[in-house]
């Protein structure tokens, strides 16, 4: 505790007399106008920073692993208990880069940084039995009259580098307390976390995963998997998000469902907005499910299918129409048997069975359905935006910059769709009167967040837009073709005169 006492006030007395009397000896010597204007004080020349003493370096070094380990990210596979002891060894191979990073920052830094403790640490934990110390020294051969030759001793960094580039990484992390996999690496790999790596002959492709290097038993049973230490290790089909990377396990394919979710609030949210990725709906819950467990699919493909299935929850009556329709469905079903229902907790009780929910949504049709009651609705409040110009963003609905709409005949409080009422508001505002159209709920609404949605959207909302407002167009013009021919005017000479503005104004006087 003394001995780090000293060293510490050492180089903390150093760095003063660095910042403090490095320029008044500049001072001392300078005598010229030019050499006065070069000079700078705290530490902001130029020449500063590569002069710093080794011991300041390598406290910049130790403060900067103690801020980046906190935050630092990594595999949730080595996060349990009994896998803390590979836990360590992969941490410390991720912080050797962080140093390195240091060390290229200055030659003099490098050289620095070369006999930082952490490597001396690094090789112990790379290297537990000190098998490899020997390689610490090399002994310079007796040849060209060199006899009296002394022996080079290795920086702490370099005896690192040596281990590390000749041993195999997937055996020193998997193994930590035994000697395999040292001075045995055959082959070159590239991780997502790590960059290149060295294996040996045993560990193929297949036999690890290619994210997190954990090892694939041979035999997995139910115990494991109920333990959370079940491997699941398939071939990777995701080629976008794991490039290069032929194996991945169960704990990362779900891991980075995970990342790649959380930093859109939308994406988030439709995954069940944590970490377990707990959502309700149960055709998203399935695709993650393939994913995690068999290494079906892609994760954009099930962001995109989660996406898709919060858009239907959030701005359509799906969830409902499902329901009234499996209900309709079992109820037929158990009619036809020969014990029938015997109450109605039975019916509500009933497990939710995927399959059976696939084939009623697919033979029903709730999807379109439910884009149509959509379109309908948004028509009928008075949000004439076409869907499809938000998902391609060319109209991003606000309240500024949408009118309100204004209906021939009072609207009716009953016909308010209840979807664009806000929670506990009645159809009517606090004096009884009629409340502002399009509602803030019905402009503000989620986008398009896929294509296949935009496409949906706009064919039902071209389809009730036509079947709304196309009677009232016809007899705008049966009107405006009786009247110039009354008046004996060209009817369309006063159809091209007229504005969208017109338009609005003779579909109000038609209703």
């Known amino acids: 505790m003394e001995s780090r006492s000293v060293t510490t006030h050492t180089a903390v007395t150093d760095a003063i007399l660095v910042e403090y009397a490095m320029p008044v000896r ?13 000079i700078v004080f705290k530490g902001k020349s130029a020449l500063f920073w590569p002069h ?5 370096v390598r406290l910049i070094a130790t403060f900067h692993l103690l801020n980046v380990a906190p935050e630092a990210q990594g595999p949730e596979t080595w996060q349990h208990p009994q896998l803390w002891p590979s836990r360590f060894v992969w941490s410390l191979i991720r912080d050797t880069y962080e140093v390195e990073k240091l060390m290229r920052v200055y030659p003099s830094w490098g050289v620095a940084l070369e006999y930082h403790p952490f490597w001396r640490q690094a090789c112990v934990m790379i290297d537990p039995q000190d098998l490899l110390i020997h390689h610490a020294v090399i002994h310079p051969t007796s040849k060209g009259g060199s006899a009296n030759a002394k022996p080079i001793r290795l920086s702490p960094f370099q005896h690192f580098r040596n281990i590390f580039n000749c041993s195999c990484i997937v055996c020193r992390i998997n193994y930590p307390f035994s ?4 001075a045995v690496a055959k082959r ?21 995963c290619g994210v997190c290097l954990r090892e694939a038993p041979t035999m997995e049973g139910e115990t494991e998997y109920t333990q959370g230490l079940s491997v699941c290790a398939v071939e990777n089909e995701d080629d976008q998000t794991w490039p290069g990377v032929e194996t991945t396990c169960r704990t990362c394919r779900k891991q980075w469902i995970w990342l790649a979710a959380k930093h859109d609030p939308l994406d988030r949210e439709a995954v069940g907005g944590s970490a377990q990725l707990a959502t309700d709906d149960w055709e998203v819950r399935q695709a993650i499910e393939a994913f995690v467990d068999l290494g079906e699919g892609m994760i954009k493909d ?11 929850k959030v701005n359509t009556k799906l969830a409902d129409m499902l329901s009234q329709a499996l209900a ?5 079903g158990r009619a036809e048997g020969a014990d029938g229902y015997a109450s109605e907790d039975e019916l509500s009780e009933e497990e939710e069975d995927a399959e059976l929910v696939s084939i009623t949504e697919d033979a029903a049709g709730i999807r379109e359905l439910a884009m149509t009651d959509f379109a309908r609705n948004r028509i009928l409040d008075g949000h004439w935006v076409n869907p499809t110009d938000e998902f391609n963003m060319r109209w991003v609905s606000i309240s500024a910059n949408t009118p309100r709409a204004r209906h021939p005949c009072p609207w009716n409080p009953g016909s308010v769709f209840d979807g664009a009422l806000e929670e506990g508001e009645a159809g009517v505002d606090a004096d009884g009167g009629e409340l502002a159209h399009p509602r803030p709920k019905t402009i503000t609404a989620l986008r398009p967040p896929t294509y296949n949605i935009s496409s949906m959207a706009y064919q039902a909302y071209v389809k009730q837009f036509r079947d709304i407002v196309f009677p009232a167009m016809q007899n705008v013009v049966r009107r405006l073709a009786a009247e110039c021919e009354a008046d004996g005017k060209d009817a369309v000479e006063i159809a ?16």
């Open 302 to 312: 099930v962001l995109e299918l989660a996406k898709e299935k919060h858009w239907y």
């Open 26 to 38: 500049i001072l001392s010597i300078a005598n010229a106008d030019d050499e006065r204007k070069r």
């Open 188 to 208: 070159a790999i590239t991780n997502p976390w790590l960059g290149q790596l060295m294996t040996c002959k045993d560990h193929r492709k297949s036999t690890f």
């Open 52 to 56: 710093l003493p080794p011991e300041v």
């Open 496 to 511: 091209r005169s007229m504005s969208m503005d017109d338009v609005a104004a003779a579909l109000r006087e038609e209703a």
């Open 179 to 182: 000697p395999n996999g040292l």
């Open 328 to 332: 309709a469905s079992r109820y037929a």
